[in-house]
């Protein structure tokens, strides 16, 4: 992500600069800081988005090399990295912040109000799957299936799709499961 918001400015050794360091600052945020905090991010968005390409925006400001930014009225480029370039960067960043925390604020206050953020612990442990689609997509498995979740007398899918075919469905795929 650090390298996003400086396509285009930087050449490819600072580049790699750019990408080692966000790449361990990325890898301490999925690991460590969200363990320390205990939020709830699955895929790892804020550790990697968030918070890595804050880095790369920032290193974009000193490392922005100038005749790749050069147009006819500025040939010595319009963006040329250094401490004022990195100042520009640090308001954008922080405005960014900002702007971000705000938004999400509000969405969430309006998505709790209208439909609510969390399931009960009792859904929870029940299974979302079951609770709010209907479906069970992970099932113990039982004698006589297979790993792959076949019948073992005739190897086809022996799958549960929804909770209302169930029973016809291992009737007509004779599965045992």
């Not at 290193?59 to 009225?73: I, N």
């Not at 709790?112 to 689609?133: A, F, K, P, T, Y």
């Amino acid at each position: 992500m650090a390298i996003t918001p400086a396509a285009g400015f930087v050449l490819p050794g600072p580049a790699l600069a750019m990408g080692l360091g966000a790449g361990a600052v990325c890898f301490w945020t999925a690991t460590t800081m969200k363990a320390a905090f205990g939020y709830d991010d699955s895929l790892d968005a804020f550790g990697v988005h968030g918070i890595g390409g804050i880095p790369g925006t920032l290193a974009t400001g000193w490392f922005a090399f100038g005749p790749l930014s050069a147009t006819k009225d500025a040939p010595a480029g319009a963006y040329v990295g250094g401490l004022s370039l990195m100042a520009v960067q640090v308001v954008g960043v922080a405005a960014t912040i900002v702007y971000c925390a705000a938004a999400s604020w509000v969405l969430l206050k309006i998505t709790d109000m209208v439909v609510g953020l969390r399931v009960s612990r009792e859904e929870e442990r029940e299974g979302l799957d079951i609770v709010l689609h209907g479906e069970q997509v992970f099932r113990s498995r039982k004698a006589g299936c297979s790993t792959q979740g076949r019948s073992a007398r005739n190897r086809r899918p022996c799958t549960v799709v929804s909770l209302d075919t169930t029973e016809r469905r291992h009737r007509r795929n004779n599965c045992p499961c």
